[in-house]
């Protein structure tokens, strides 16, 4: 089971966590996990690199965790994006469980 937690403050998005194995293939094989792993990294990325927004990631085993520690605003956006990305692929995939807290 792959697990999503969005977070939202105030009506907007400030961060998420992705944890487990969609369970579509084997470990290595699986590309539904493959898919929103890279759309996770490709976030994560996007946030810290190119926006440089002020952000804390935690990158362990079967999880990453992503907190904006500032409001800014393409940031909450692009992760108001990856939701309705994962949102998506869950709605084709039963074992994903999307939440937004």
């Not at 094989?29 to 002020?54: H, K, P, R, Y």
């Not at 085993?61 to 949102?87: D, G, K, M, Y």
Request: aromatic residues 8%; glycine residues 6%; hydrophobic residues 40%.
């Amino acid at each position: 089971m792959l697990k999503a937690v969005f977070y939202k403050e105030n009506d907007r998005f400030a961060g998420f966590s992705v944890s487990g194995h969609a369970g579509y293939g084997t470990e290595g094989n699986d590309i539904v996990c493959a898919a929103i792993t890279s759309a996770v990294e490709l976030t994560c990325n996007t946030i810290t690199e190119f926006f440089g927004a002020q952000a804390k990631v935690d990158v362990m085993e079967n999880e990453v965790r992503l907190a904006l520690t500032q409001q800014h605003q393409p940031s909450q956006q692009l992760i108001a994006s990856l939701c309705a990305h994962i949102e998506y692929i869950a709605s084709e995939h039963k074992k994903i469980k999307l939440e937004i807290k």
